[in-house]
Every structure is written in structure tokens, then in C-alpha cells.
């Protein structure tokens, strides 16, 4: 049954809520003041739920944080973030121009701090994307010939003209306040890189309900601070992820460019992003994981899209892995591959086998499962690749 | 000439080199160099250093001024005496300074009132830094990154003598550093003490940056060595001033997290220290290895209990045993409970200006925070701080508890800890803020 996604502000909760009949339950981002409280799955009766319930379901889930937002609001002890004045924001995108039409209206609802806005089109087949960037003088638009969003990227860092660089991908939406959001926390010299959070924009097939029930981007409405004295930088998945994060450009060219042998569009197909933020743990930077930069994601929505991005992680963590075993020597690498095969792989499989039969789990996690036994194949690929037609490792 | 206005004072002991550059850095400053004086204090140095500062050819005003090795608390006593700017710069041989830096300083002391400005200096690291550097990177970043935070109340252990400005008369009236203490730590927190008791200030100044350029120093035997010359110096601190006891680490020695390994070595250090000794040399070599491999969180571990064992030896130099070291810091906290505060009451409906404004006023060392006459939290008094200025009341409600004390005050009887919003927002115009 699909889910409704829902964008509540505490202090102005609708006296109920009258959805589509088909909704059976929402997923509703609580905020408070503007900034996200909580994350709340909602019961709904044949889409309906009344004022009183949905206070009450509300605070059951998410009492606390609300709380303690609250407080902070009423009392005017939230500073808003300072206007983002020297700061970049790239979208990297191939042969999909109506979603980046999407997403470069919500780039342009944001105010204008005097940022840079660039559009890097990745080997695309047609013209179509230039068309649309042409149509929105104030966007860039760069073309990107090689493939790989990890060498798109690497463009946009390169070109960009602001301190800071701030991504987003072509099938997201950001809310207005997100650039001012994550570029906040570089007053700490220290931070190389600050992810938002990532919200489902719409959960109307299954496939994007198991997505984002077993791979969501969200990680939640705590703000985190990640460094490698008290964190281990070879777990670099929990900071965030790709599709919305920021990275310093001074501290980009100490730590190194993303390996282009990884990444969407590569034949290790994921994992670049992962990798430039063990990178960058592991030479003593900081990565902030900041709830306030809120973005919206549309996830794949037929079931072998989400197949084969679940086999596309597969590869990129094996890949991922492998590089970090054999160029960086990191010892304790086996004892994480040990236990995400057992816990994430083997584990969600038996459950999608056993309690969770006739859902998507299972054909998902035996999809990473093959990829994962892919991975050493294709991370010698595409290192093979990288050696023949030129790249950065 | 005309008189200087900075007087910059480095204490060195053979590092020619980095003294060099150090010196060079200060020559390209944007205050004017006749505003400038730089007295180096050799302090036992054999490795030509005196014959590069005498043939060095810089703008500004430079003065050697050599010692036997005496240490570096009379290096700088020795050279603040001499200076004859008004300003003093307390400097380490290894920070390069940006060319702002002076005229920073110089700036950060108009005004009225006396204060003691601290400039940044964080360990700058190049290629490719060992697991060591990265935390110390990490740890001289922070210092001075919570510095710069609006809502930080300074404390003596903000005090570094690595780039400090100070009035000149200001130090002399009290003393300079202490020379009692011998090695590592110990002089730069108590000079700090004494910078408050005498009812100065200590102020930050972000663009008085200095790049601490000793990355090849940084190296885990060193810090450990350092660590046992601290800990002895704290005890010392606390001896001349026994309310400080409980912010220091000799108060938290047993404290967890401790594991097996360093409940034994901390026992060690007081019992049989020898063995300790022989103990904690292996384990470095163990840490090595574990290093070799990127085994970090058992390298971290690791030097959290040797950190704790060579913190353990120093304090045991000075207190025989871990009884002698519990009397000490419960006698500190007596006399940290015992200490005269002042104490306010901070009615909240007020608004939050006007308890700011109170604060900025009176300046108390401790705050209780009252709404609707209801008591929901308190700023506590912290012996070796400052005195409470309404920059910190944000800071202060921002902490759970209050938070939490707030939430239930604010809400409707009955309705549970939190309000209603409607409720909420009628009594939003309560809060004016700034």
C-alpha cells in the first residue's frame, strides 16, 4: 500500500488530514520552526486521520526532539544560518532533463545569496539537457565526456568558483533553506564535508517503500559530528550520502579528487562518494551530518530499477572494500566486510526469506548478494579501464 | 627610534631553523616594523642560533638576550622585562605567524579594560599525518574553534603561552610565569588563574593566526613524556590554587573510561612503578603496530590507558598514593565549594535581553534561571572562569535540562509535558528577542 509524504509544521498542525483513499499509512518530516524535528510513520485510516490522532501519533514518536525544538524556537535561541555567499552548488545529470527541470527550479526558489549554481552534463547522448540549462541563464552549464558521476563531480570541483561546493542530484528537490543549511558548519576549520538529510519525495510504489525502508538516505534528525578519533572512518556510509552533501574545495584538493573507478556510471558502479568521505576521515578532516539541509528524493520506482541498484551497491561496497584492503592497507577492513555480509546481507536476506515474505526484501538483498561476489571482477575492470583511457584512482 | 608598540617575546633552545622562519614571518607583518620588537631568549641553545639571529637582517627591532639552560618560564620572564613596548607577545619559536597577526593583537587591546588576548594556532599538517597527529590536529582545532563560539566563558586552561598578547605592566604587576614548574604544562593555566583572579579578562582574537608548524615534533613518545611532566605540574597548580583541583585530570585519574589494561597500569604507576615502566614500553610497541595495520580503535584504546599510565607516574611523583590523591582532590573540592561567588536570580520572563543585559551588568559567577518563579536550571559557578556575561545565558538554556524544565513549565496543566501550539503561540511575544 502506498505511503503519503508529508512536509507538517508543528506549530501549525492541520486539524486532520484527508488523503487519498490508497494511502494506508505517511511518512511526515515534523518540523519545528522551519527545522526538522522529527521523522513520524503515521496510521492512516483509507487516507484520513484526524486532528487529535495525528497530534497523539505525533507525540508518541517523537516527543522529545519536538520538545526540545520547541523550546528553542519559542525562545528565539535558533540563530538562522548566514546567507551563503561564497559557495558553489553542482548538479551532475545524464539524458534525464525533466527531473533536473525539477530540480534547478527548486535551486532558483532559494534566495539568492550570490551563489553559483552549475549543471554538469555527463556524457550525454542528446541535446536535450543543454537545451533546458540554456533556458536558465543564471545555471552553467559544463559537459563532462567521460563517464562516471565520480569524474562529474570531479569537474564541478574543479570549475567551480565558491569556497565551498554543495551537490544535489538531478532526481532530487532541495528546500530553500538547504544551501544556507549545510554551508553553516565550514566556520569549523576542521570540517571537509557536511551531508543533509535526504527525504523520500514521493512512496507510491513498492519499490520506493522498500528503498527506503532498507537503503534510505535519511539519517535522521540528530546533527553528528564524525572524526576519526572516536569514529572509524572505514564505516564512512553512516555520515550520509552523495546526493546531498557539501564538500570545502581547499580541503578537496589536500584529500585528493573521487576515484573515478567508482561511482554510478562506472563498472564498479557506486561508491566514490563513500570513498572520498573515508578519505577524508582518514587524513583527520571532519564530516558534520547536518538534519537542517533538507532535501527531497525521488527514488527509483519500478522493482528492476530497484534491483539493480541494490546490485549496484553490491559491487560498490565489495569494490570499495577491496580498494581500501589492497591501496590503503587498512587492516581492519575484513572485519567490517565480515560483518556487513552477515548482518546487512545474509541477515536482511534471511528476513526477507523468512518474515517478510512476498515483499521486495529478498529479491533485493540476493541482488547485492550477486553484486557483492561481482565486486573483485569489477573493481579489476575498472582499474584496468582507468589504466587504458586515463582517470584518477 | 621611536619606542615600540609590540614587544614580541620568544623563548627558544636549539631549533635554528624554525626559528628562522618564525622570524622571517614577523618581518613581513602589515603593522609597521618600527612598531615592532622581537627579543629571542637563547635559553642554553648550542646549535648556532645566536650567530642566525645576530646576522639575520630584518625590518623590525631585534634583540638576543642568551641564558644557560634555565628553562623557558624564565626565557620569558627574562624577555618581558626587557621589553619596552607596552604590549607583550608571549611566542613560540615554532608558529608562523600571518601577516595580520600583530596589528590583531594590537587591536584586540583597545578599549577599556585589561585583558589577556589568545591567538590561534592550530598544528598545521602536511601529507600524509600519523593516527597522533590527526588527534592532535583535531585537539588544537577545537581549542581554538570553541574559543571563537559566542556563548564560551574562558577559563585559565584557554591559556597557551604559544601566541598570547598581554599588557606589559599587566604582566609585571603579576609576576609573569611561574618557574616553579619544570617541563611540560602547568605555567600557561596558572599564569591564566592569576590573569582572572587579578580581575582581568581573557579574550580571543580569530585573525591573530599563527600556523604551528611542528608536525615532526608531534610524535607519541613525546606527547607521552609530556604527558607524566603535566601531570606533575598539575598537582603543583592545585597546590597554589586548591579550587582548581576538580577541573584539572588528576580529579578524573580513576574516573572510567578506563579498561582492564589501564586499571592495571594506573596501579602500577603507584605501586611498581618499574614494572609500569617496562609494561607501558612494550605497549608502545604494540600501539606501533596497530598503527601499521590502521587498527584504530584498538590503537585508541591502547593510548588512552598509556596516556592514563604516564599521567598516573607524574601524579605519583608528587602524591604517593592513590589515597594521597583522593585527599587531595576532595580537599579541592572543598575549597572549590568553599570559594566566594556571587549569585543571581534570572526571572526568564523577563526576557531574554534583559537577563542578558543583567548579566553584562553585574556579572555574577553563578545564575539561577527562574520562570514564573519556578527555579529550572542554573549557569554553575566554575572556579578558574570567568564571570558570567549574557553572551552565555543562550548557551546555558540550550543544555537539556533546562530545556526540558522549560517544556513542562510551558505547557498546559494536564496536556502533558508539552504544549499545545496554540498555546505556544500566544505566549511567543514573551520572548523578545534581539
Redesign the interface.
Known sequence: MPTAVLDLD????PDGLSLAEHYGEALALIRVGGRPAGIVQLRLRTGVIDGADL?AQV?AAA?WP???R???T????DEPPPPAADATVAVCTRDRPDDLRRCLESLLAMPDDGQELIVVDNAPSDQRTRDLVAAFPRVRYLREDRPGITAARNRAMREARGAVVAFTDDDAVVDPGWLRAIVRDF????VACVTGLVMPLELETEAQEAFERWMSFGRGVERREF????F??LLAKAPGSGNSMALRRSAWRAIGPFSTAFGVGTVARSGGEVLWFSQAL???H?IIYEPAALSWHRHRATEAALISVSYSYGVGYCARALHQLLV?????VWGHVARMVLEFGLGLLLRGLIWQRGTLLAPMMRAWLRGFARGPAAYFASRRHLREHGGEL | MSAPAVSVVIPTRNRCAVLRATLMALATQTAPPDQLEVLVVADGSADGTAEMVRSLRVPYALRLLEQPARGVSYARNWGAAEARAPLLISFDDDVVATPGLVAAHLRAHKGPGERLVLGPY?LG?RG??S?Y???A??WW??RF?ALGRPGHRFSFKDVGAGNFSIPTSLYARLGGFDTIFVGYGGKDYELGARVLKAGAALAYAPDALGDHCDQAGHTVERMLRRTREEARNDVILGRIHPELRPALSVAALFNPPLTARGRLLVRLAFAAPALGDHLARRLIGRAQRYEA?????RW?RLMGDLKRYWYARGVAEQLASREAVDAYVAEGERAAGAWPRRVIRLELREG?TACAERLDRERPDEAELIFDGQRVGAIPPLPGAEALRGAHL?EA??G?QV??E??RM?GTAGA??????AV??E??GL?P?S
Open positions: 508543528y506549530g501549525a498542525l497530534r507525540m516527543r519536538v520538545c526540545m520547541w523550546v528553542h519559542t525562545m528565539g535561541l566556520d569549523d576549520p576542521l572524526h576519526s578519533s572516536s572509524d572512518p582518514a587524513h583527520g571532519r590503503w592497507r587498512e587492516g581492519a | 592550530p599538517l600524509r599525518p593516527l597527529q590527526i588527534v590536529q583535531a582545532s577545537d574553534h595495520l590502521l587498527l584504530r580503535e585508541r531574554l543562550p538554556l540550550r537539556w530545556t526540558w522549560l517544556a510551558l502533558g509535558p508539552l504544549p499545545a501550539p505556544a503561540r505566549r511567543e520572548w528577542t
